[in-house]
């Protein structure tokens, strides 16, 4: 479903060229539910911004469905749904419907189609209280419920998230978490979700990515990160060890020589 292969972006901000995302090589099965983890700034959001076709890649190849996101976007847009945590994809003043039926209108989605999926994904999520409320006057918690349904109403079969969970309350979290497993197990919908929640993670993924400094750290099981700090089993402390420890060593080179992906390299 998603194929990264020595993926690199830099950007170049008055003479000062930061790598943010480097060799970075991983692939996504169709059904997968994969987290992402890693510290601020370390190209997380940037990689997601090159699947989703919003950036396109200074180096390396990616395809996602079988596209080259940003040459394809339209193509792209039917095959994805995307959302940002840090920001909304809905109309600021107007009620949650009238931005539901704009988008029906932008992916050109049948109106029966749409009905069923709406009346399905208003139920998974409960949001039938507010649809008539404006956007800029829901909770976070609310939005956040109104900006995935907004993501999913063209029946993606990938769903990528960058921090959903951010900011909300434990009870909309587990909410919105409850909803993504259902959407993984019951419907095959392939999920990528990056999070600072680690329990997030513990809950919701068979498998974690960390990236470090713009590279793929780590690819593998919950149980495989824990092991990783031999002693510790909270996987708060792994995460909190391997962190600072990145922050010890200074940022690294631009890439080196193409090599396999690495599995562990803490
Ligand atoms: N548009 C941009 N222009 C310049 N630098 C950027 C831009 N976007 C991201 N960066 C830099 O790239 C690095 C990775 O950023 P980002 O992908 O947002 O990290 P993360 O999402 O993991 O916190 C950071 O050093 C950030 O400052
Ligand atoms: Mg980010």
């Given at each position: 479903?998603?194929?990264?292969?020595?993926?690199?972006?830099?950007?170049?901000?008055?003479?000062?060229?930061?790598?943010?995302?480097?060799?970075?090589?991983?692939?996504?099965?169709?059904?997968?539910?994969?987290?992402?983890?890693?510290?601020?700034?370390?190209?997380?959001?940037?990689?997601?911004?090159?699947?989703?076709?919003?950036l396109a890649p200074t180096s390396g190849r990616l395809r996602v469905a079988g596209l080259?996101?940003?040459?394809r976007r339209t193509a792209l847009a039917r095959e994805i749904g995307v959302v940002f945590g840090q920001r909304t994809t809905l109309w600021w003043d107007l009620p949650l419907k009238d931005s539901f039926e704009l988008v029906r209108l932008l992916y050109k989605?049948?109106?029966?189609?749409?009905?069923?999926r709406l009346d399905e994904l208003c139920a998974l999520l409960d949001i039938g209280d507010f649809l008539t409320t404006p956007?800029?006057?829901?909770?976070?918690?609310?939005?956040?419920?109104?900006?995935?349904?907004?993501?999913?109403?063209?029946?993606p079969p990938i769903l990528i998230l960058d921090e959903p969970t951010i900011g909300l309350d434990v009870v909309s979290k587990a909410g919105v978490r409850d909803f993504l497993r259902r959407l993984n197990a019951e419907?095959?919908?392939?999920?990528?979700?990056?999070?600072?929640d680690l329990g997030d993670?513990?809950?919701?993924?068979?498998?974690?990515?960390?990236?470090?400094?713009?590279?793929?750290?780590?690819?593998?099981?919950?149980?495989?990160?824990?092991a990783i700090v031999p002693g510790e089993d909270s996987i708060e402390e792994v995460v909190t060890h391997l962190y600072l420890s990145s922050r010890r060593s200074p940022r690294t080179p631009p890439p080196r020589p193409a090599q396999d992906p690495p599995s562990v390299t803490a």
């Amino acid at each position: 479903m998603i194929e990264v292969d020595r993926l690199g972006r830099t950007f170049k901000v008055r003479g000062t060229v930061t790598h943010a995302v480097q060799d970075l090589s991983f692939g996504i099965e169709a059904g997968e539910f994969v987290g992402c983890l890693g510290p601020n700034g370390a190209g997380k959001s940037t990689t997601i911004k090159m699947l989703t076709g919003i950036l396109a890649p200074t180096s390396g190849r990616l395809r996602v469905a079988g596209l080259d996101p940003s040459r394809r976007r339209t193509a792209l847009a039917r095959e994805i749904g995307v959302v940002f945590g840090q920001r909304t994809t809905l109309w600021w003043d107007l009620p949650l419907k009238d931005s539901f039926e704009l988008v029906r209108l932008l992916y050109k989605v049948d109106r029966g189609v749409f009905r069923r999926r709406l009346d399905e994904l208003c139920a998974l999520l409960d949001i039938g209280d507010f649809l008539t409320t404006p956007v800029r006057q829901l909770s976070l918690g609310q939005r956040m419920q109104g900006d995935i349904t907004a993501a999913l109403l063209h029946d993606p079969p990938i769903l990528i998230l960058d921090e959903p969970t951010i900011g909300l309350d434990v009870v909309s979290k587990a909410g919105v978490r409850d909803f993504l497993r259902r959407l993984n197990a019951e419907n095959g919908t392939t999920i990528l979700l990056t999070t600072h929640d680690l329990g997030d993670i513990e809950r919701l993924c068979r498998r974690v990515m960390l990236i470090d400094h713009g590279r793929l750290a780590f690819d593998g099981t919950v149980a495989g990160l824990r092991a990783i700090v031999p002693g510790e089993d909270s996987i708060e402390e792994v995460v909190t060890h391997l962190y600072l420890s990145s922050r010890r060593s200074p940022r690294t080179p631009p890439p080196r020589p193409a090599q396999d992906p690495p599995s562990v390299t803490a």
